[in-house]
């Protein structure tokens, strides 16, 4: 399907999951309707990231009061919001506002989590390995590849797309599931859902030390995400009925294909106009999933570690009202954006984050590598997922009330968007 057909098909449906009139998407505030979506490119990782318009139907936009305008950019600077690891772990804790504040109707889809112990250094443990990975001969990182599983497990690169339809060289990729090497043994589920049920690659000889740094990492963002997703589900309570075990955070437990992928970026050469795009680095999408996990990028000159040479470069994240806007988070916090599919099966009330990366620009910016780390929360594909009465993404496809696996949505999303291309 062309860009354009995608186009006209969206404007059939503008009216999409605008409502106006049922409950507030707000369950403290009491704000004006949930409805508005970006979809400007749906993401399954590994090779399935379309641009898609946008649709907006939100009427309002509330920023965090922690906005202020940076010299560095023309677009606003702003701050997640931020919770700490020893509110988070407290299940006593009422941390409704702050899930509000970061993922509701009228947050941005992302908030960070502040004070994880032994977060720093398994960060950089893994993000330090992202160059030597990269600079591993090429017929080492063939041997890494997995055409198979359309590249979403070990070594990938050239394999996506960017916006202007040229593969994506900028980056290189590296995909596993740090919970579980292999999560089935049945071929029949290995051959349909090649990009969840696949094995880990490991380089296990020219590089030694990835799987054990890779796995503790995922491990820990895995569980951090874990407690948050409980108090999402607390938050979501309030509003709606949540099916038992259909919680967040019980789906994330019970999934067996969540996928950690370690980014690294290659270093731009001078006049490389590529740098000079809004979404450079990597274009405008929503992540597929459920919940994903972020490091903050890690930026080094042949290896050694360097602040970032441009104030410009970063996360951008479109906001509600259309507005872009830089995002920022410390280094040492782990920042979590909501996916398709949690905006979907909570009714609205956590909203996914449309999302791009800017690459540095000028010359300070030449011989920078950048190095990250994002793991991907997902539902099981056999996971029976309750849609709502209300579909506001994708309803195109989803019925209202649908019983569908995960495996089973995501098929029909790949089937639509990707191989009727
Ligand atoms: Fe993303």
């Known amino acids: 399907m062309t860009v354009e057909r ?19 998407s707000s369950l403290l505030f009491k704000t004006p309707s949930h409805g508005d979506h970006y ?9 399935f990231s379309f641009l898609l318009p946008s649709k907006r139907c939100r009427s309002r936009l509330i920023l965090c009061p922690k906005m202020s305008s940076s010299g560095e950019t023309s677009f606003p600077t702003v701050t997640t919001v931020g919770i700490s690891f020893s509110d988070l772990k407290d299940k006593n804790s009422d941390l409704s506002m702050k899930i509000e504040e970061g993922f509701g109707s009228n947050g941005l889809g992302i908030l960070s989590v502040t004070g994880v112990p032994g977060y720093s250094s398994l960060r950089k443990n893994l ?6 990975l990269a600079s591993l001969p090429d017929e080492v990182k063939q041997e890494l590849e997995d055409p198979d599983s359309r590249y979403n497990f070990g070594w990938s690169h050239g394999k996506e797309k960017l916006e202007s339809g040229k593969p994506d060289i900028l980056k290189g990729s590296y995909y596993a599931n740090p919970i579980l090497d292999k999560p089935t043994t049945d071929a029949s589920l290995i051959q349909r859902y090649p990009s969840y049920c696949g094995s880990n690659i490991w380089p296990s000889s020219a590089l030694p030390e990835l799987e054990a740094a890779f ?5 820990l963002i895995f569980d951090v995400g874990l407690m948050l997703a409980y108090h ?5 309570s309030k509003g709606m009925k949540i099916h038992k075990d259909g919680g967040l955070e019980s789906i994330l437990l019970r999934s067996r294909c969540h996928k950690g992928r370690l980014l690294y970026y290659f270093p731009a050469e001078k006049g490389n106009s590529d740098g000079f795009s809004m979404s450079s680095w990597c274009g405008w999408h929503t992540d597929h999933g459920s919940l994903t996990g972020l490091t903050c990028g890690l930026f080094t000159r042949d290896g050694v570690e360097i602040p970032c040479p441009d104030n410009a470069a970063g996360l951008y994240i479109r906001t509600r009202s259309d507005q872009i806007v830089k995002v920022v988070y410390g280094k040492d916090d782990i920042a979590y ?3 398709e599919t949690t905006e979907i099966l909570s009714g609205g009330y956590l909203c996914a984050t449309p999302h791009c990366v800017r690459a540095p620009q000028g010359e300070e910016a030449a011989g920078v590598e950048r190095s990250t ?3 991907f929360m997902q539902p099981d594909w056999d996971e029976k997922l ?3 009465e209300e579909v506001r993404i994708h309803n195109e496809l989803i019925p209202s009330n649908a019983l569908l696996t995960f495996g089973e949505y995501s098929e029909m999303l790949l089937d639509k968007y990707y191989h009727q291309k």
């Not at 995608?6 to 507030?24: D, F, H, I, K, V």
């Not at 796995?215 to 491990?219: H, I, N, S, Y």
């Not at 999402?232 to 979501?236: A, G, N, S």
Request: glycine content about 10%.
């Open 6 to 24: 995608l186009a006209a098909a969206m404007a059939q449906g503008e009216a999409w999951g605008c409502n106006t009139t049922s409950n507030s």
């Open 39 to 47: 979809r400007p490119l749906l993401h399954i990782p590994a090779g």
């Open 127 to 132: 993000l330090h390995l992202a160059p030597r």
């Open 215 to 219: 796995k503790a990492l995922g491990k």
């Open 232 to 236: 999402c589900d607390l938050y979501v």
């Open 337 to 339: 954006q909501i996916g």
């Open 373 to 375: 780390f994002a793991l």
């Open 386 to 388: 309750h849609f709502p």
